[in-house]
């Protein structure tokens, strides 16, 4: 007669830095705080942790399942480190999207460790060695790329909250869409008009169209043309928002 050894289950791995539950409260605060003052970046990641709950673990798990997603995911490229060598950024010729990125870093004043150091202002630890986390950083650092991509620039509030509906059409995180409705309604109650809603929705429907950008291999992706780039991803030209970009200016209302 031969016995039967019962195999030992395998515990679900933890997301660390995520809570399992979403804390709407914290949202709430953390999303009234950003609407009083744009540049309040650390609300963002607030949100973000508030709301996002398991988006990096599923997300990290749709990489896996797409060509060349293994192998991305195997190199795990911290991509803070990357984008804030100068030689890096220096070497991209002309056109290409890492030359738009280096541009858009110029215009800006940004960099991708001070996003990096925002995301951590709470003491919340983002360093963990867990592939759920490195997907969670990846996706944090790419924000600016994405700027770059979709035509959306880091303005307040306009390129922002578009670039964030385009954020929750291609990572299903509820943070972005807290931020996207947010933005949107104080903007009508400030400027009577749904324009500023439309180009957001413009944002999330361009996103929804558009090639998953979080599956791409950013290391070959910043050396591509930028023009064919956008092509291949199928970004189109958002309209709507550079029409919104023309009436804040004329109405003065580039500070909503």
């Given at each position: 007669?031969?016995?039967?050894?019962?195999?030992?289950?395998?515990?679900?791995?933890?997301?660390?830095?995520?809570?399992?539950?979403?804390?709407?409260?914290?949202?709430?605060?953390?999303?009234?705080?950003?609407?009083?003052?744009?540049?309040?970046?650390?609300?963002?990641?607030?949100?973000?942790?508030?709301?996002?709950?398991?988006?990096?673990?599923?997300?990290?798990?749709?990489?896996?399942?797409?060509?060349?997603?293994?192998?991305?995911?195997?190199?795990?490229?911290?991509?803070?480190?990357?984008?804030?060598?100068p030689?890096?950024?220096?070497?991209?010729?002309?056109?290409?999207?890492?030359?738009?990125?280096?541009?858009?870093?110029?215009?800006?004043?940004?960099?991708?460790?001070?996003?990096?150091?925002?995301?951590?202002?709470?003491?919340?630890?983002?360093?963990?060695?867990?592939?759920?986390?490195?997907?969670?950083?990846?996706?944090?650092?790419?924000?600016?790329?994405?700027?770059?991509?979709?035509?959306?620039?880091?303005?307040?509030p306009?390129?922002?909250?578009?670039?964030?509906?385009?954020?929750?059409?291609?990572?299903?995180?509820?943070?972005?869409?807290?931020?996207?409705?947010?933005?949107?309604?104080?903007?009508?109650?400030v400027?009577?008009?749904?324009?500023?809603?439309?180009?957001?929705?413009?944002?999330?429907?361009?996103?929804?169209?558009?090639?998953w950008?979080?599956?791409?291999?950013?290391?070959?992706l910043?050396?591509?043309?930028?023009?064919?780039?956008?092509?291949?991803?199928?970004?189109?030209?958002?309209?709507?928002?550079?029409?919104?970009?023309?009436?804040?200016?004329?109405?003065?209302?580039?500070?909503?």
């Amino acid at each position: 007669m031969s016995a039967t050894i019962a195999q030992p289950q395998a515990a679900p791995l933890p997301v660390p830095g995520t809570n399992t539950r979403r804390d709407w409260k914290g949202a709430l605060t953390a999303l009234r705080k950003l609407l009083q003052n744009g540049n309040d970046t650390v609300q963002v990641f607030r949100i973000m942790r508030a709301l996002n709950a398991d988006t990096a673990a599923r997300n990290y798990h749709k990489l896996l399942g797409r060509p060349g997603g293994g192998r991305i995911a195997y190199r795990r490229t911290e991509l803070t480190k990357l984008f804030s060598d100068p030689a890096y950024i220096a070497s991209f010729k002309p056109g290409t999207v890492g030359a738009a990125y280096r541009d858009f870093l110029n215009r800006t004043g940004y960099s991708a460790a001070g996003l990096a150091e925002v995301s951590m202002a709470d003491n919340v630890p983002h360093d963990a060695e867990h592939p759920y986390a490195w997907f969670g950083r990846r996706e944090r650092d790419v924000h600016d790329i994405w700027h770059v991509l979709t035509g959306y620039q880091a303005d307040e509030p306009a390129g922002e909250a578009c670039l964030v509906a385009f954020s929750y059409a291609q990572t299903k995180g509820l943070g972005w869409a807290a931020i996207a409705l947010g933005a949107s309604l104080k903007a009508r109650r400030v400027t009577g008009s749904w324009d500023f809603a439309r180009a957001v929705i413009e944002g999330y429907r361009s996103g929804k169209r558009a090639a998953w950008l979080s599956g791409e291999d950013y290391e070959q992706l910043m050396h591509e043309p930028l023009d064919q780039a956008r092509r291949r991803l199928g970004l189109s030209d958002p309209v709507r928002y550079r029409q919104l970009q023309v009436a804040l200016a004329e109405m003065g209302k580039t500070g909503l």
